[in-house]
T-cell receptor, first 110, second 113 residues
Framework: GIQVEQSPPDLILQEGANSTLRCNFSDSVNNLQWFHQNPWGQLINLFYIPSGTKQNGRLSATTVATERYSLLYISSSQTTDSGVYFCAALIYNQGGKLIFGQGTELSVKP | EAQVTQNPRYLITVTGKKLTVTCSQNMNHEYMSWYRQDPGLGLRQIYYSMNVEVTDKGDVPEGYKVSRKEKRNFPLILESPSPNQTSLYFC????????????FGSGTRLTIV
């Protein structure tokens, strides 16, 4: 089956720093989503991005489907950005199943 | 506000006592799924539904049941819960079509003792 790998597994930043999170997937996927799991456990959808680049405030994402990777950029990080970031590949069997990576745990220090 | 609503948010219960976790979405989405999240195992699909009365097993369906009698609701039923079903559960939905991603509920933290 499709494998989704994220790097780095952990990241510690000072407030105001920028970061790049990477997601590699082993085969062609129908789509790619990025989520933020906050300290209360909620999964917040950040981007739905099969290809190209999208931006939302300080966050942006780029997916290069032909090379099977996606990047999430966080600029001017804030303490509220702390939590775990997941990418998930969407495949259309099993009702549009999401295959999740293991996540990147981000801690932003004041 | 477009959302997926799960209840309860937290539940501690005993082995063997039947329970239902409710899930409701207000976006008229066709697809709905249940996932569980466990340390070291990540998020795994339990069951999914492609529309009313159309449900099927995901990767870890043992010990669970679902139903989809109405488009907006997709309850998860544990008929005889066991401690290995202690987990964080998420319901999610998405609309039909290539341009739609999943929206997740806030999660249900379930502890079975």
């Amino acid at each position: 089956g499709i494998q989704v790998e994220q790097s780095p597994p952990d990241l510690i930043l000072q407030e105001g720093a920028n970061s790049t999170l990477r997601c590699n997937f082993s085969d062609s996927v129908n789509n790619l989503q990025w989520f933020h799991q906050n300290p209360w456990g909620q999964l917040i959808n950040l981007f739905y991005i099969p290809s190209g680049t999208k931006q939302n405030g300080r966050l942006s994402a780029t997916t290069v489907a032909t090379e099977r990777y996606s990047l999430l950029y966080i600029s001017s990080s804030q303490t509220t950005d702390s939590g775990v970031y997941f990418c998930a590949a969407l495949i259309y069997n099993q009702g549009g199943k999401l295959i999740f990576g293991q996540g990147t745990e981000l801690s932003v220090k004041p | 506000e477009a959302q997926v609503t799960q209840n309860p948010r937290y539940l501690i219960t005993v082995t063997g006592k039947k329970l239902t976790v409710t899930c409701s979405q207000n976006m008229n989405h066709e697809y709905m799924s249940w996932y569980r999240q466990d340390p070291g195992l990540g998020l795994r699909q339990i069951y999914y539904s492609m529309n009313v009365e159309v449900t099927d097993k995901g990767d870890v369906p043992e010990g669970y049941k679902v139903s989809r009698k109405e488009k907006r609701n997709f309850p998860l039923i544990l008929e005889s819960p066991s401690p290995n079903q202690t987990s964080l559960y998420f319901c999610a939905s998405r609309g039909q079509g290539a341009g739609n991603g999943y929206t997740f509920g806030s999660g249900t933290r379930l502890t079975i003792v």
